[in-house]
């Protein structure tokens, strides 16, 4: 089990106060908040290490190397994959589709084949394949949800066949949370479109669980360092080297290539082929401390921790929800469901009702949540989400509960 009063004093900005209230940070799944750990390492290069990498012998450039490339193989480690050159630095999970998209998609994809996506996705994971297949003809088919947002396999299962090339989910929903069965899927896609590619979403998994990218069988896998106390503008896409091997560049330019003449040039080896120019140095470093931090932890104790106040935040929330103060979206069952929680004030608008939050300290995310096709399906426009971490507590979901009240005298709703 972890201990959070001695994990809230290594995150320094949790000492602020907003209007006059002490801070509850609640918007987690849009960004995380950074412990002093990972503070000092990024501090610390610049201070005391501040080079370019890969190319420099003197020391300094040694040394940020030697840092840029430790924080490859803990990542390595820590998504379970057992080759460092199978991490390919990114700025985000975004970043990393869009270079699948370019490097394998527009390469592999064409007209007679089909995508398929959900209506859960975040439209990272939606709209580059959107944008391959009006660039190359190919068919783009979306898996149906439920009332609570889960997919739906049967769904899914109709939708597979010999045509489909690229299946692209992700394994847990930011808008609802909802954690989706992916050991089924895969068998699914495995079973009836056996020549289909995988790539999953991890933005949301991977900060928040437990996560085996070989054990689960997936071609590529994404995710962003700043949801897991990393770093803003650092992400990771892992693929198998014998996928990336046969990828084209996304980016072309300086240190992606081993040989070059005025006429032509070859490409570096992996990963570097794929990591074109001056890296985001500091930032790799810095998620390199935040997967320390992480596996200090334990990902199992951060997910029972999550799943203790998603618990709490249904009953608690529901409490309101039986007197008709508000709705919450998504299933109910905490199993399946990650550190999210979403809702709306009814007869408030969302954006309205997060001003009114702020207003006590309270920092929720409003909106689409980047899921407007899933927002939609399911009637609830824009909503309230908000989102869980290891540094946050039941008295602060507490808190939350006891000033929605107060949205309704703003607002003068009996």
């Not at 049967?154 to 939708?159: A, I, Q, V």
Request: proline share 3%; hydrophobic share 40%.
């Amino acid at each position: 089990m972890i201990d959070v009063k001695k994990i809230r004093e290594d995150f320094p900005i949790l000492k602020r106060k907003i209007n006059g209230k002490k801070l509850v940070y609640f918007d987690s799944a849009a960004t995380s908040q950074k412990p002093i750990q990972v503070i000092d390492a990024v501090s610390n290069y610049y201070k005391n290490h501040n080079a370019n990498v890969h190319r420099g012998v003197h020391a300094l450039s040694e040394e940020a190397t030697e840092m840029v490339e430790s924080t490859r193989n803990k990542i390595a480690g820590f998504i379970g994959s057992d080759r460092d050159e199978e991490i390919i630095f990114v700025r985000n999970a975004t970043e990393g589709i869009n270079l699948v998209m370019y490097g394998w998609g527009e390469k592999n994809l064409g007209k007679g084949d089909v995508i398929i996506t959900s209506y859960q996705e975040h439209h990272s994971n939606l709209v580059p394949w959107q944008m391959v297949c009006k660039k190359t003809g190919v068919e783009l088919r979306v898996v149906d949800v439920d009332d609570e947002g889960k997919l739906k396999l049967g769904s899914l299962e109709k939708l597979l066949n010999e045509k489909v090339k690229l299946v692209a989910l992700t394994q847990v929903s930011n808008l609802l949370g909802v954690i989706n069965p992916i050991e089924r899927i895969i068998k699914l896609v495995r079973k009836k479109s056996p020549e289909a590619k995988i790539l999953l979403d991890g933005s949301q998994s991977v900060p928040h669980m437990k996560v085996d990218v070989k054990k689960l069988g997936v071609d590529f896998f994404v995710f962003s360092g700043h949801k897991m106390l990393g770093p803003t503008g650092i992400g990771v896409l892992w693929s198998r080297k014998e996928i990336l091997e046969e990828m084209d560049p996304f980016l072309f330019g300086g240190d992606m290539i081993s040989e070059v003449r005025i006429d032509k040039a070859v490409w570096n080896k992996l990963p570097y082929k794929f990591e074109a120019g001056t890296p985001n140095i500091a930032g790799e470093i810095g998620l390199g401390a935040a997967v320390e931090y992480l596996d200090s932890l334990g990902m199992d104790n951060v997910r029972k921790h999550e799943k203790e106040l998603v618990e709490y935040g249904l009953k608690r929330l529901g409490e309101l929800e039986k007197k008709g103060v508000l709705e919450i979206y998504g299933p109910k069952d905490s199993d399946i469901r990650g550190g999210v929680l979403t809702f709306n004030v009814k007869g408030v608008h969302a954006h309205d009702v997060a001003q009114v939050l702020d207003s006590f300290g309270i920092a929720v995310r409003s909106g689409f949540h980047c899921a407007q096709p899933l927002a939609e399906k399911l009637g609830m426009g824009a909503a309230v989400r908000a989102s869980f971490y290891v540094y946050n507590t039941k008295e602060e979901i507490d808190y939350l509960v006891e000033k929605i009240p107060e949205i309704l005298k703003v607002f003068k709703i009996k």
